[in-house]
């Protein structure tokens, strides 16, 4: 049964940092498709950052040079690492599998089948 947990949220002033951990179970992380998204209240579910089956990751342009996507396998978890956090970067954030077949493509919320619960990120300013 795959399951997939977040945590690492919290409350931070803006400039600060925060490190969300994805805590993946029922299969290994190495080689799986998995990203970070957000959505904050009135808009929609965004991606944060991904890694797809090839190692290759993507970041939104928003979070370029901030954010940075990273795989413990020993510990079989999906970190991303957020500093310099912005006023625009609270949100719920949620992490995304698609841990039973290879995938290559566009890190679109589509292209996910297992989802977390989320993990709030609040930054005041």
């Known amino acids: 049964q795959v399951q997939l947990v977040e945590s690492g949220g919290g409350s931070v002033q803006a400039g600060g940092s925060l490190r969300l951990s994805c805590a993946a179970s029922?299969?290994?992380?190495?080689?799986?498709?998995m990203g970070w998204f957000r959505q904050a209240p009135g808009k929609e579910r965004a991606l944060v950052a991904c890694?797809?089956?090839?190692?290759?990751?993507t970041y939104a342009d928003s979070v370029k040079g901030r954010f940075t996507l990273s795989q413990d396998t020993a510990s079989n978890t999906l970190d991303l690492q957020m500093n310099s956090l912005k006023v625009d970067d609270a949100a719920m954030y949620y992490c995304?599998?698609?841990?039973?077949?290879?995938?290559?493509?566009?890190?679109?919320?589509?292209?996910?089948?297992?989802w977390g619960q989320g993990t709030q990120v609040t930054v005041s300013s």
């Open positions: 890694v797809r089956s090839s190692g290759t990751t």
């Open positions: 995304a599998a698609r841990p039973w077949s290879r995938y290559y493509g566009d890190c679109t919320s589509n292209a996910y089948n297992y």
């Open positions: 029922g299969y290994r992380i190495t080689g799986v498709s």
